[in-house]
Nanobody, 119 residues
C-alpha cells in the first residue's frame, strides 16, 4: 500500500511559477512510475507528466517546455516544477503511483492540490 499526499498548490498570476510536491509512504517507492495528473472543473482527468522508475520522463504537449517532473527516491518524493503558468493550467493536480506486479497492477492516487492561475 502506498499513501500519496500532494502539497504546494495555490493561487498565482499568469507567468508565475509553483512547485508541487508529492510525499509517498510505503515500501518499494523506487520501483513505481510516478505521474502528475490534473482535472479542471467539469473536465476529465488528464496526464500532465510522468517519470518512470528508471528516471525517464514524458509530458503532455500542453506543458512540455514549461513543467518539469523529478523524483527523490531517498525522500520518497516526486516534484512538479511549473513555470510560465497559464490560466488554462488551473485545475486540481493529483499525484499517481503505478507499478506492474506479477499478478496485478498497483495504482494509487493522492487526494489532490488546487492550482489556480489568474489572468
Amino acid at each position: 500500500q502506498v499513501e500519496l499526499v500532494e502539497s504546494g498548490g495555490g493561487l498565482v498570476q499568469a507567468g508565475g511559477s509553483l512547485r508541487l510536491s508529492c510525499a509517498a509512504s510505503g515500501r518499494a517507492f523506487s520501483g513505481y512510475s510516478m505521474g502528475w495528473y490534473r482535472q479542471p472543473p467539469g473536465k476529465q482527468r488528464e496526464l500532465v507528466a510522468g517519470i518512470s522508475s528508471g528516471g525517464s520522463t514524458n509530458y503532455s504537449n500542453s506543458v512540455k517546455g514549461r513543467f518539469t517532473i523529478s523524483r527523490d527516491n531517498a525522500e520518497n518524493t516526486v516534484y512538479l516544477q511549473m513555470n510560465s503558468l497559464k490560466p488554462e493550467d488551473t485545475a486540481v493536480y493529483y499525484c499517481n503511483a503505478i507499478r506492474v506486479g506479477v499478478y496485478q497492477v498497483y495504482n494509487y492516487w493522492g487526494r489532490g492540490t488546487q492550482v489556480t492561475v489568474s489572468s
